[in-house]
């Protein structure tokens, strides 16, 4: 179980530069010498619009002198302007390596999120890369999917990887087929006759609930209630290839 919130101040550094939390903090970045605050719990655009900028945020801060803080939850940070940082947040690490924002943010990767270590597929970097998110923002189907793969060959484009982006699933949080929009979505699909779709993989940023128990979880203190993800919902890469 997590631990309760625990609010933990630090003394910024002579020299000393922050960065991290939400994306769209890129602009104000680096953080420590003027006010700024932010809850990575329940916001992620713009501070001044949070509809804004990008749904995109990490429970991480990291300085130029070496020092970082962590979480597997969101927490809210505050710089006050005037040297100092403020946190609030649940299980919050606070860690130091070497003295430069290199040797933090490899610190902190190798301790809390490493790098598998595997390559991506080999096509990922050999071949064309299609996305269907313009043609078909969240509503993407399988015959939708499938006229644009014809497209792509029949427009004398080289075969590659097809990217369904977004809602090819039946939630966010639960990575299966939505049967009513992917109705026979599997290795070999016959009505496809100039190409076949083979399911590579998943690619997920935060994996969030399900959301038909997610209002459940949160009446029962399981969830907390935050921000959806759907950007960094999920991709399903498939290949896409010639048939005879």
Known sequence: MPSESEIRTLSIQAGEWWWGGAAADGQLMPFGRAPHRRNLATSAGFADDDHGGANQSAPFLVSSAGRYVWSERPFTFAFDGMGGLEL???????GEAGGSLA????????????ASNRTP???MFTAPQYNTWIEMPYHPTQEAVLDYARGVLDAGFPPGLI?????????????????????????DDATAPRTRLLRDGVAGAL???????LADGCKQGLVDQGPGWTAGGARVVERLQHRP
């Open 88 to 94: 609030d947040g649940q299980d919050m690490v606070l």
């Open 103 to 114: 040797s933090a943010f490899r610190a902190a990767a190798a301790m809390h999120f490493p």
């Open 121 to 123: 597929g080999e096509l």
């Open 163 to 187: 990217m369904i982006d977004d809602r090819w699933s039946v939630d966010y949080g639960n990575w299966t087929f939505d049967r009513t929009r992917f109705p026979t979505s599997r290795r």
């Open 207 to 213: 994996r969030e609930p399900r959301q038909r128990e």
